[in-house]
């Protein structure tokens, strides 16, 4: 097999993995016990999270091809940050969906904000481009966390926000 297509298999296939994960967990958990709790005034209709979602694993896709593709310095590091926050998407949909544990998926939700930035600032320093592509997706993450512990006080699980 050709690095090429190596690299463009790794850029792929593992965002693909985690996206179906995910969308799998999260249909099944808002069709499931999440439709019977209290939302947010805010919350978005649920068309509009496949649409993020599509986004920003496209930018994922496209900014990991080019830190694979890149000898730069750091090239290890950033490599690190993205398969763990690959693995904390996971998790966080695994604990709120599946497991119907919010407060744990909040508590991993800010973990993967600190992921994310982390990682955003190791792609920038071996492609500008790489890094900004995944703006976005910190933006979201954020507001995702936000409904998370929004979530939270609104269906008196924690007292304080």
Same mark, same amino acid.
Request: aromatic content about 18%.
């Given at each position: ?8 298999l790794l850029?792929i296939?593992?965002v693909?993995i985690?996206g179906a994960i *995910?969308?799998?967990l999260?249909?099944t958990?808002?069709a499931g016990w999440?439709?019977?709790m209290r @939302?947010?005034?805010f919350?978005?209709?649920?068309y509009?999270?496949?649409v ?6 496209? *930018?994922?896709? $496209?900014?990991?091809?080019k $830190?694979? %593709?890149?000898?730069k310095?750091?090239? @290890?590091?950033?490599? %690190?940050?993205?398969? !763990?926050q690959? &693995?904390l !998407?996971v998790?966080? *949909? ?5 497991? !119907?544990?919010?407060?744990? #998926?909040?508590?991993i939700i800010l973990?993967?904000i600190i992921?994310v930035f982390?990682m955003?600032r ?8 790489? #890094?900004t592509?995944?703006?976005f =997706?910190?933006l979201?993450? *954020? ?9 939270l =006080?609104?269906? #008196?699980? &924690?007292k304080?926000?």
């Amino acid at each position: 097999m050709s690095n090429k297509l190596k690299n463009i298999l790794l850029s792929i296939v593992p965002v693909v993995i985690t996206g179906a994960i *995910c969308s799998y967990l999260s249909r099944t958990g808002v069709a499931g016990w999440f439709s019977t709790m209290r @939302e947010n005034s805010f919350m978005p209709p649920n068309y509009v999270f496949s649409v993020a979602w599509s986004i920003i694993y496209i *930018c994922l896709m $496209i900014s990991f091809y080019k $830190i694979l %593709r890149s000898n730069k310095t750091g090239k @290890e590091s950033a490599i %690190r940050l993205y398969w !763990q926050q690959l &693995i904390l !998407q996971v998790l966080w *949909c695994v604990t709120f969906f599946g497991m !119907q544990l919010p407060l744990i #998926g909040g508590l991993i939700i800010l973990w993967l904000i600190i992921t994310v930035f982390r990682m955003i600032r190791a792609f920038l320093k071996i492609s500008t481009f790489a #890094g900004t592509l995944n703006y976005f =997706y910190l933006l979201y993450i *954020c507001f995702a966390a936000f409904l998370n512990w929004a979530f939270l =006080y609104g269906n #008196g699980l &924690i007292k304080t926000f």
